[in-house]
């Protein structure tokens, strides 16, 4: 098993930690972005900007020939196209691991501040929430891409817990006014009286 690292503490960026993503891969990809300000984001890419050096050197040499580097899954944070200095990276955990017939399941590990663990499907990690993340990191090599890292989640500390609400009003920046109330009952009474014979 590949050697664990664990991030410093940073901001969890649209989590899917309960439930994997299943948008770009039906078997599901647990996933988020870790966004560190901009002195502690440029000291942890400098880090796996080291090992990338490291893997690459490593390629041309299996390799016999000099290979395109690929590179590290992270990102400038722009906000109305102004970069704020902060750095977002990407984990990401496979939910099927393995080939193909000899396939298991898996899943992040949550545990809170204290480290006590957490059952995923009683809680909803949401964007801001405060976290670390224990992670490896898989250097690899296609012929394409070239000579890259990608950032293994393994599990997550949940520091400061938002949980994800989904889409109500408040979530999408209305605020209460008066006027119409949606209601079970009325939704439930729609076809009530409607005569489909």
């Known amino acids: 098993m590949k050697k664990t690292h664990v991030t410093p503490a940073g901001q969890a960026i649209w989590p899917k930690l309960s439930q994997p993503e299943t948008k770009f891969d039906a078997d599901g990809v647990y996933e988020t972005s870790l966004r560190l300000d901009a002195e502690t984001g440029q000291k942890f890419l400098s880090m796996l900007e080291e090992k990338l ?7 041309n040499k299996r390799q016999g020939k000099q290979v395109k580097k690929g ?56 964007s801001g929430s405060k976290i670390k993340i224990s992670y490896s990191i898989y250097p690899y090599y296609t012929a394409m891409v070239g000579a890259g890292l990608s950032l293994q989640l393994r599990a997550v500390q949940i520091i400061d817990l938002v949980e994800y609400a989904g889409s109500d009003g408040k979530s999408l920046g209305f605020t209460e006014e008066e006027g119409f109330e949606f209601t079970k009952e009325a939704e439930d009474d729609t076809f009530a009286d409607a005569d489909f014979s």
């Open 71 to 126: 590179g590290i899954s992270y990102k400038h944070v722009e906000v109305d196209g102004v970069a704020t200095g902060e750095l977002d990276f990407k984990f990401k955990m496979k939910a099927l691991a393995g080939k193909k017939g000899q396939q298991w399941s898996q899943r992040p590990k949550l545990v809170d501040a204290k480290g006590t663990p957490i059952d995923p499907d009683k809680v909803s990690v949401g």
């Open 53 to 59: 050096e490291e893997h690459y050197a490593e390629e």
